[in-house]
């Protein structure tokens, strides 16, 4: 069954430091790959999506994501983390079936002044 | 396009009693999603329609749960005899499938939050 797995449930980086957080999946075909991000109240929002076109993908808010066959992993990035980036991150593929998206359990982001 | 809007946002009862949560999707969206999720975890897929057709449901989705979405547009979710466990936030989404099934986007909801006491 396909997982995807986030290591660390907290991150604490300072403002203005490199944001890393990690994911690594679990399939025999690489999925689709995502990367969503929920502040607090509101609805979970899609910062990036992989979906075989390039490894490397951008999204919103100067986030970006590797993806790495070999390693299983689908990383995001950020060079410089500001106050605002504070939230949680979720990583999730879709099922083989396409119908079903799998979430990892989320990692928050705390962003020191 | 408001989004996709959910109601109640918050519910608190009883064990024992029954609560329906309902969610409205984009409109032009053709997929619409449950999940729940509780604290710590991710969202866990609960069922998918596609139009009005429920093409799917998790294990977890028990006899006590049950989803309908007339006509393809809103949706409900209803579980009957709540349980203690069953207190979480339930989340809403649609989307809209493309030629990449795979790759569809999930807009999601802000979420019911279900207390039950």
């Known amino acids: 069954a396909q997982s995807v797995t986030q290591l660390g449930s907290h991150v604490s980086v300072s403002e203005g430091a490199l944001v890393l957080l990690r994911c690594n999946y679990s399939?025999?075909?690489?999925?689709?790959l995502f990367w969503y991000v929920q502040y607090p109240n509101q609805g979970l929002q899609l910062l990036l999506k992989?979906?075989?076109?390039?490894?490397l993908v951008k999204g919103i808010n100067g986030f970006e994501a590797e993806f790495k066959k070999s390693e299983t992993s689908f990383h995001l990035t950020k060079p410089s983390a500001h106050m605002s980036d504070a939230a949680e991150y979720f990583c999730a593929a879709t099922n083989t079936g396409g119908f079903k998206t799998i979430f990892g359990a989320g990692t928050r982001l705390f962003v020191k002044a | 396009d408001t989004g996709v809007s959910q109601n109640p946002r918050h519910k608190i009862t009883k064990r024992g009693q029954n609560v329906t949560f309902r969610c409205d999707p984009i409109s032009e969206h053709n997929r619409l999603y449950w999940y729940r999720q509780t604290l710590g975890q991710g969202p866990e897929f609960l069922t998918y329609f596609q139009n009005e057709a429920q093409l799917e449901k998790s294990r977890l989705l028990s006899d006590r749960f049950s989803a309908e979405r007339p006509k393809g547009s809103f949706s409900t979710l209803e579980i009957q005899r709540t349980e203690q466990g069953d207190s979480a936030m339930y989340l809403c989404a649609s989307s809209l499938v493309d030629g990449k099934a795979g790759a569809n986007v999930l807009t999601f909801g802000a979420g019911s939050r279900l207390t039950v006491l």
């Open positions: 992989y979906t075989s076109a390039a490894t």
């Open positions: 399939s025999s075909v690489p999925p689709y």
